[in-house]
């Protein structure tokens, strides 16, 4: 297991030079010089030479590669040509934004996702079945941006439940204003316990999280019902069943728990989707995260902000790829011996 | 030993066997949805190639006089912003659509199978390094690699489909590689080896042929989801670009006013709803027709 979990690592890292290898490699084909970004239009060939010196771009390509992973290693991605900070100071200030949204998410197709999965399997060609099935097969099929939309129009337009966009009400910030301790809104109005900001922070929540998790919903609970009834057909269950074990008994701690294993996985890529997803979410619902924060910068060519955020998710979804990894030896116990 | 059926006259026979329009009708019954998803594909396919004679106006005329109107007998689906008749764009929309998802499932595939069939037939070293590089495009979040490639690129559609498939191509060639690796002992292989075929005649013409399937199974899985992935590129700004007319750059047109009048977004939007859950449907169908194997998954 020590020997598995040292070549795991050992891949991760393999994996992630080749990433920056291929955000490198992007930075460095683009059409639009990031020169040209730097000093706008027209610019005299001096000022073109002594941007170049700045930004490296005059040195042989392997010695830029170097310096690259150098400074990644470092923590440093470089300054936004647009807001002229560093872009590490810029993720940081929205990386939270972004996971307080996709965990939030995740959490969501979880805990109703895999009961949902479980109830259409458990009641097979029942009412629930083909409600789930039926929303199972239109889901994956929903534009995200066209769930956060219609949404948009119900509950905020029609109805006027939740707000249109954005993180909290502007006006709750300035008159409830509360210490950012872990960047987590939900987290920090409660630990300061400050209501109304939670109330707020919370309704801004609701639609964002519910677009970005429906897609994946049908997905998981797709899959769930999918190996529940492939569980469900085991000797054990039966067997179970004949010695009267209680249904619910059956279902959720003997069928459900056999199905933990491809379950994780389904988890993990269900996290890499959304951190995908969320750029379109965010765009749509003006999330102050970081896929808001790509769209801006690639709209105004801001390479080193896009190639930042690019390394941090792609690290972010290896590293939970890597927890998942290793969470399968929590859950199932005969791997620990092979 | 007088078996009815051996002395039976040959008409008793062929009552026996079912006939074909028997045989289409239980297909059809069997598979309610794949029918529905090919009908309304078919619906898509027949809007894309008849466009211009099917919708009743220019789908750029702009037309301020008509700005914002709803539904109705006029505009089937209303007009947009600048006037435009909704129901042609949408219309027009679809050709795009189908060129988009057409171009990027060959592209991805046009890198793919090379790679996964070298991969899987040499196996080895060259396997392990071609394999880890299909991983580490698999290491991206999806839709965050064709993002920054696209964003690198330029934006645009060709620049977006390009970098879709250059993000998409791993997973073919993973699936043509194992299939390869499944069929690269048999006798048949050894045969063309032991005579002195060229490698690439075999892969060529004995591994891939033989290999072929999957691919297939997979392509009419991803259609669908090339065609989500392009309009969500081309929402976010860095797809397709006016004047061309495409359903996910119509709705982004649509933000600033579509809580007032809902025709502009949803109309497009559920254009791109409909098309991919054809293609979905059409792909489960697929899928059960040359892989009963994999029926439950999924």
Known sequence: ?338 | MTDPAINAPSGTLDLLRPSWTLKLRFFLSENVLFVAGVAVFLAVVFAAIFAPWISPYDPSKINFAHKLWAPGAEHLMGTDALGRDIFSRVVHGARTSLIIGATVLTLSMAIGIPIGLVAGYFGGRLDSFLMRIADVFLAFPPLLLPIAITAMLGAGLFNAMLALAVSWFPWYARIIRSSVIGIRQELYISAAQSMGVGHIRIMLRHALPNSWTPVIVQASMDFGYTILAAASLSFIGIGAKPPTVEWGLMVALSRSKFLDYWWTAACPGLAIFLTVLAVNLIGDGVRDILDPRGRSSR
Request: net charge neutral.
């Open chain 1, 1 to 338: 297991m020590t020997r598995y979990v040292a070549q795991r690592v050992a891949m991760l890292g393999v994996i992630l030079f080749g990433v920056m290898t291929v955000t490198f490699m992007l930075s460095r084909i683009l059409p639009s010089s990031p020169v040209e970004v730097m000093l706008g239009h027209r610019p005299t060939p001096e000022q073109v030479e002594a941007a170049k010196k700045l930004l490296g771009l005059d040195r042989p390509l392997h010695e830029q590669f170097v310096a690259y992973l150098g400074d990644i290693a470092t923590g440093n991605f470089g300054e936004s040509l647009l807001t002229g900070r560093p872009v590490v100071s810029d993720i940081a200030d929205r990386a939270t934004a972004t996971f307080e949204l996709t965990t939030l998410a995740v959490l969501l197709v979880i805990f109703v996702g895999v009961p949902l999965g479980v109830l259409s399997a458990v009641n097979r060609n029942s009412v629930v079945d083909h409600a789930t099935r039926t929303f199972s097969i239109a889901g994956v099929a929903l534009p995200v941006f066209l769930i956060g939309m219609l949404l948009q129009m119900l509950f905020y337009g029609s109805l006027n439940w939740f707000p249109l966009q954005s993180r909290i009400d502007s006006e709750v910030l300035l008159d409830f204003p509360f210490e950012k301790h872990t960047g987590f809104y939900l987290l920090d109005t409660v630990l300061d316990g400050n209501w109304v900001a939670l109330q707020s922070a919370a309704l801004h929540l609701a639609l964002p999280v519910l677009t970005l998790a429906i897609a994946s919903l049908a997905v998981v609970t797709r899959i769930t019902r999918n190996l529940m009834i492939e569980v469900l057909g085991q000797d054990y269950i039966r067997t179970a069943r004949a010695y009267g074990v209680p249904e619910r008994v059956i279902n959720f701690r003997y069928a459900l728990k056999a199905t933990l294993v491809p379950m994780l996985t389904v988890i993990g890529l269900t996290y890499g989707f959304m951190l995908g997803g969320s750029v379109v979410v965010e765009f749509v619902f003006d999330w102050p995260g970081l896929g808001g924060y790509v769209v801006g910068a690639i709209t105004k060519n801001d390479y080193p902000a896009v190639m930042g955020v690019t390394v941090f998710l792609a690290t972010m979804y290896l590293t939970i790829n890597l927890v998942i990894d290793l969470l399968y030896f929590a859950v199932d116990p005969r791997l620990r011996y092979k």
